[in-house]
């Protein structure tokens, strides 16, 4: 389960307290629904979390004004979210509820991804979906969104809040079973485990953290060391060579992201198959089957920014949704990979298999991908 549950939604009676506080506008702002969350607008896409409450808002017409404040775009992950969406978007059938879609791109500084939410409030647009640089300090500008009647749908990295609708993955849970099924396959319960991080101050990287911790603290003979990857393939790679260069060889690896620059540094030094836990870029799945190497592969998928849309455009319309989304995780078993089938000869390394979402009919092929440009637009 996310820390959210346990950690963040701690917070449960001063929300509460802040929100009666705030006096918000009625018909503008989102409220609670008498509906459980089995009753929620496509259940099967938008899966609500256990114990989430229903949120609903007055239903408004569109074509919308819509917006991606996207912060950290340094790494292929973060260039296919963008790519999918845009082609989502252009989609005929998509497109008659967009008048407009604008994406933005701030880096990992926190009051320059608000400043960009504030700009997208005051010039009026309808939604805006972000992927927050920090899960904190967003209070004030969720106010002001719900102040101005504008949706505003964190993603991926979410936020300490039970405010606004969210939709992510399981995140505590999404590394502790990458983590067992690295000690699970370690032949000797013994050695240094390596660690590799995401991009620090997101709560992805955060609530990873925890999950993986929850599995390899307090295990008798085990090492870990801890570097950080930024979720970037050769930033990845030279963590992992340095790491193999300071401390020798490990008993079992656990990366957030960045596998195929993980799949390079051991390949370069030529390290003995441990058990992996990786993420699903298509060069890592491609260098793992060949290799023989045992992994199990857990993919946060970029098009979550499709569902996103999707969730602040069904609240637009009126549609009740859970207040947590948490969609499945896609998991690939070393044993179970085939050329073809959950990797490709003929894709790019950097691309993320596994990433569609058919429930949420959030699938994008490649050529269609390929055909958008990851800029501001």
């Not at 101005?148 to 300490?160: E, M, T």
């Not at 939709?167 to 590394?175: G, L, N, W």
């Amino acid at each position: 389960m996310l820390c959210l549950n346990r950690m963040l939604f701690g917070r449960k009676a001063a929300i509460a307290m802040f929100r009666a506080a705030i006096g918000l506008a009625a018909g503008l702002m989102l409220g609670l629904s008498s509906l459980s969350a089995a009753e929620t607008f496509k259940p099967d896409c938008f899966r609500p979390a256990p114990e989430t409450k229903v949120m609903q808002t007055k239903p408004r017409p569109g074509p919308y004004r819509v917006a991606l404040a996207n912060g950290f775009a340094g790494n292929s992950w973060r260039i296919q979210m963008i790519q999918g969406l845009k082609a989502w978007a252009a989609r005929p059938e998509n497109a008659k509820d967009i008048k407009e879609l604008k994406v933005i791109s701030t880096g990992t500084d926190v009051a320059a991804q608000i400043g960009a939410i504030d700009n997208l409030i005051a010039a009026g647009y309808d939604a805006i979906i972000t992927i927050a640089v920090s899960p904190t300090s967003f209070d004030p500008v969720i106010k002001r969104a719900k102040k101005a009647g504008v949706v505003l749908i964190p993603f991926d990295n979410v936020l300490d809040s039970d405010q606004v609708i969210q939709v992510t993955e399981p995140q505590v849970e999404f590394e502790t079973v990458k983590a067992q099924f690295v000690y699970d396959n370690m032949p000797e319960k013994k050695g240094k485990v390596l660690e590799i991080r995401g991009l620090p101050g997101n709560a992805v990287d955060r609530d990873r953290s925890i999950g993986f911790h929850k599995v390899f603290d307090n295990k008798p003979g085990i090492d870990i060391v801890t570097v950080v990857g930024n979720w970037d393939d050769g930033t990845v790679q030279k963590v992992v060579s340095d790491a193999i260069a300071t401390h020798g060889q490990f008993s079992g690896i656990v990366t957030q992201h960045g596998s195929t620059g993980l799949m390079n540094a051991l390949n370069d030094a030529k390290h003995p198959k441990v058990p992996l836990g990786t993420s699903g870029e298509n060069g890592s799945l491609k260098m793992i089957h060949d290799g023989g190497w045992t992994s199990i592969s857990r993919v946060q998928s970029p098009l979550l920014a499709v569902v996103a849309m999707q969730a602040a455009i069904a609240e637009l319309q009126g549609k009740p949704l859970p207040q947590l989304v948490l969609l499945p995780i896609p998991t690939i078993y070393s044993k179970d990979l085939r050329e073809g089938v959950n990797y490709f000869s003929n894709v790019p390394d950097n691309f993320q298999d596994g990433a569609d979402i058919p429930a949420c009919n959030a699938v994008v092929p490649l050529e269609e991908l390929m055909r958008q440009k990851p800029d501001n637009t």
